[in-house]
């Protein structure tokens, strides 16, 4: 177990041992989980909330945690309308980890648990409830619940929350190997912008950094 967890330390995108995101990227801690601007801003506003355990899915984290993760989605929600003037951003999960699975199965890099955000209103749930079972969820603290042990998606966008999991076996298999950034960059009409290695943001990253601190100087 602890040599698994050490393994996947060290080249975990979110495991902040692994030292792959800089110390400016970490906008914020708490007690559970992190705020961090990874590279790869499609849109200048990309945040990402993770547990600073390798948990595979936030359906994985125990129930107490969950508290804190509401907490910072709201002080997220409150720097993107002051900054961004969105009042309804997008969250999204790819629970890929959600039924046991360890890696992606393309390029083998651990799957650690994550909340991505976005300043933009993007109608994911349309897209999703097309092809996939919807569970409705109150919020994410519900995802241990009603995913039981399956791969899904988590989305909170247009004052609706929902999991996603797969309306028949074949797609169990779909989910884990999915990639929700590049769709959300298509219907955003920025397609261009759905993979970090072609589209870095080193720009947008800078900004939304400054744009930061200068919003908690502001509400301090
Ligand atoms: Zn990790």
Redo the contacts with the bound molecule.
């Keep these: 177990m602890q040599n698994t967890d050490l393994n996947?330390?060290a080249n975990?995108?979110?495991?902040l041992d692994?030292g792959q995101l800089t110390p400016e990227q970490v906008l914020l801690r708490g007690e559970h989980f992190y705020l961090c601007a990874p590279r790869g801003q499609m849109v200048e506003g990309f945040l990402v909330i993770?547990p600073y355990?390798?948990y595979n899915a936030l359906a994985k984290a125990p129930l107490d945690v969950f508290d804190e993760l509401r907490s910072i989605q709201n002080r997220v929600r409150r720097f993107y309308g002051d900054v961004y003037k969105i009042r309804e951003p997008l969250f999204y999960e790819q629970g890929r980890g959600g039924g046991g699975a360890r890696t992606d199965p393309a390029d083998r890099f651990?799957l650690?648990a994550h909340l991505c955000s976005l300043p933009a209103r993007v109608d994911l749930h349309a897209l999703l409830g097309q092809r996939y079972l919807r569970l409705p969820a109150a919020d994410a603290a519900m995802l241990p619940e009603i995913v039981c042990d399956r791969p899904y998606f988590y989305v909170e966008a247009c004052s609706q929350s929902a999991a996603y999991v797969a309306n028949q076996h074949e797609q169990v298999l779909e989910i884990e190997k999915s990639r929700l950034k590049p769709i959300v960059a298509e219907l955003m009409g920025i397609s261009e912008r759905g993979d970090w290695r072609s589209y870095p943001g080193e720009r947008e990253l800078m900004e939304v950094i400054k744009n930061w601190r200068r919003h908690c100087e502001v509400q301090a």
């Design positions: 996947a330390t975990c995108v979110y495991c692994s993770a355990r390798c651990p650690h």
